[in-house]
């Protein structure tokens, strides 16, 4: 599975981005997930999706903020930001994880066995 995202960017802060992640490869019950990883700091959860799409799950510090979404037939994942704010300024990752079930989601950074090369997101105050 190869993952690469798009769509990164220069914005103020109160404005939107829609980063995507193609994957190419046999996807199937692989979970999505998207990271974040600011300058100095670990890398940490932003949202994640199971592949039926039915399930997601996200940071505190994004919730009603942020979308996770996906496409199965094209097998692309989305992630829309709203209401951006300095402190998401980031280098983004998308990620997938092998599941035994479509509907699970998956959380933790350990636990994804795929990345993409991430995407710069820069929230300008």
């Known amino acids: 599975v190869q993952l690469a995202e798009s769509g990164g960017g220069l914005v103020q802060a109160g404005g939107s981005l829609r980063l995507s992640c193609a994957a190419s490869?046999?996807?199937?019950?692989?979970?999505m997930g998207w990271f974040r990883q600011a300058a100095g700091k670990e890398r940490e959860f932003v949202a994640a999706?199971?592949?039926?799409?039915?399930?997601?799950d996200y940071a505190d510090s994004v919730k009603g903020r942020f979308t996770i979404s996906r496409d199965i037939a094209k097998n692309t994942v989305y992630l829309q930001m709203n209401s951006l704010k300095p402190e998401d300024t980031a280098v983004y990752y998308c990620?997938?994880?092998?599941?035994?079930?479509?509907?699970?989601?998956?959380?933790?950074?350990?636990?994804?066995?795929?990345w993409g090369q991430g995407t710069q997101v820069t929230v300008s105050s």
């Open positions: 990620a997938a994880a092998k599941t035994l079930l479509t509907i699970v989601v998956v959380t933790t950074v350990g636990e994804y066995d795929y």
């Open positions: 999706i199971s592949w039926s799409g039915g399930n997601t």
């Open positions: 490869g046999r996807t199937f019950s692989y979970a």
